[in-house]
């Protein structure tokens, strides 16, 4: 065939016209794909999959263009629709289909650009996220050595003032997946990753780890470790080190010293160590109790392990604020623990944490020193999450509602996936009685973790009326936790709120069955009573209590006192609880 025929010919059978169509329509398509697959957090393969079917298409759509036409009469093969009438005007619909994808397609391509500009523009550059390290070794026992290096590079990495380093909670939410960077850098709010792997074998750990830019996973830095057991510890400084460096960090010479320090020499004190965290993180009595175990073990290889005697103080302040054992008895080993990890390493911020603790956790207070010792926390370490947390209480016990709240997104931004702090984010609107925000908040705070961990959180369910739910939830929660004495507390307010009043007797009964001459349940008692509106009952067992040093986690403003909050007798009890006492001291 002649070549200008031939280019006549596709000329006359429309196919240069469906070309321009088609490539301005299937670019049009990709601009969809790349804009929407990123914002509904879908898997990068399907926009692969949206181009490789454009690709292919196009051959296609020339050959359909060349074979056919469009007529009056449909689509008919070429050589019939040559021998139908011709219009004396073409229709010319399709100019307008081109004209209209192409806007689309220009208008989709500048806003992904500037969607995927604001979003590298709202996620700071300084931030980091540390992934879980993933255990080579073919042993799952050793998950507890992975776990405990990801943590401990936290750690590290959290005592630079210039970098944002999100917390273990939300970063372990991603143990074990396949999530794309991109995904998780949205997720948790950071532009970089640290991601890697640990195998230990014997005596001999080999960690291999790269810093991947969140948005494209683009690699900005890798190494390799092989070292003997024995020197590991030095392996976090070298890595935040270089981790500083390649983000173009200005290190003071106190966050050099701080990365030196080495919290222990003794190999075994930090394998104990770091299997009592891991057990601390279940967040349940029967796990903080084993910590413990671990944490007292790590102090018999090594009495000068600070942070081991702050994670005691942190684990008995758990157990002593729930009345999973006697609050006195929290109370005294927490401010033993603490006092210890203070003396050994005052410059350690979980140390002035677990003493804040003390002081805003059990009652009688002193928010003052408390709320110092937090503050303090969050200066030597700005990324500790939990620092935010626990200051966020205590504002929260003074009634200081908006300050708490500001502490708690803090906490939420550095911790976004922990469900301990998206829990206490609900308490202020419930304070302010604002019980349908409260609960909203609640039902997100359960998709990251167990319900019915907290002394409140039941309130407001029940002030949302939400009674059958509630009781069928505790029920499946109670195989889960066999005599957990929190759980018979929340049933017996619902039983109450519900008048059923003979249920709500057998709750107290187990209670004070459980609770025995240490009276470790009397504030929960006391709750049970004044919402069947036994006011003496209630007065009678919160006074009982706090003579006996049992009562942790009270919150004046809580409406469930609002039956004797006019009672002369309960301002006297708040105005002891709040009135601090001489001990605990500074602890410099």
Known sequence: MNPKNFFAELKRRNVYKVAVAYGIVGWLVMQIAATVVPALHLSDAITSAVVLLVILGFPIALIFAWAFELTPEGIKRTEFADELPKKSARNRAWIYVVVIAGTISVGLFFLGRYTSSRQSAELPEKSIAVLPLVNDSGDASQDY????????????????????????????????????????????????????????????????????????????????????????????????????????????????????????????????????????????????????GYYERALEEDRNYALAYAGLADAYQFLGTLGYIAPNEGRRKTEEAARKAFALDENLAEAH???GLVCVMFAPYNFSLGDRELRRATELSPSLAVAHFYLAISLMRQGRLDESL??????????????????????????????????????????LGPAFTTTWEIGIYIQNKLFDETLAELEKAKRERKDDSLLIYDAGMVYASQGKRAEALQMIKELEEMSGVSLSQAQWIAKIYATLNEKELALTWMERGLAAGAIGTFYKDE?????????????ALAEKMFTPIKTPGDPR
């Open 406 to 447: 500001e502490e708690l997104l803090k906490a939420r931004e550095l911790d976004p996936l922990s469900s301990a702090i998206a829990r206490q984010v609900a308490m202020p609107y419930y304070l302010k009685r604002d019980y349908a925000r409260a609960l909203d908040l609640l039902r997100q705070a359960n998709e």
């Open 353 to 355: 944490v677990a003493f």
């Open 145 to 292: 050595f992975s776990d405990g290096l990801t943590e401990e590079l936290i750690n590290g990495l959290g005592q630079i003032r210039q970098l944002r380093v999100i917390g273990r909670n939300s970063s372990f939410q991603f143990k074990g997946k396949a999530e794309d960077s991109r995904t998780i850098g949205q997720v948790l709010g950071v532009a970089n990753l640290l991601e890697g792997s640990v195998r230990k074998v014997a005596d001999r750990v080999r960690i291999a780890v790269q810093l991947v830019r969140a948005t494209d996973g683009s690699q900005l830095w890798s190494q390799s470790y092989d070292r003997e057991l024995k020197d590991i510890l030095a392996v976090q400084e070298e890595i935040a080190t270089e981790i500083s460096e390649t983000l173009r960090l200005k290190l003071t010479g106190a966050e050099r010293q701080q990365l030196a320090k080495r919290p222990t020499e003794n190999l075994k004190a930090f394998q104990y160590y770091l299997q009592g965290r891991t057990d601390r993180q279940r967040n349940t009595r029967e796990a903080v109790l084993a910590a413990i």
């Open 559 to 571: 409406p469930v006192w609002d039956p004797i909050r006019s009672h002369a007798r309960f301002a």
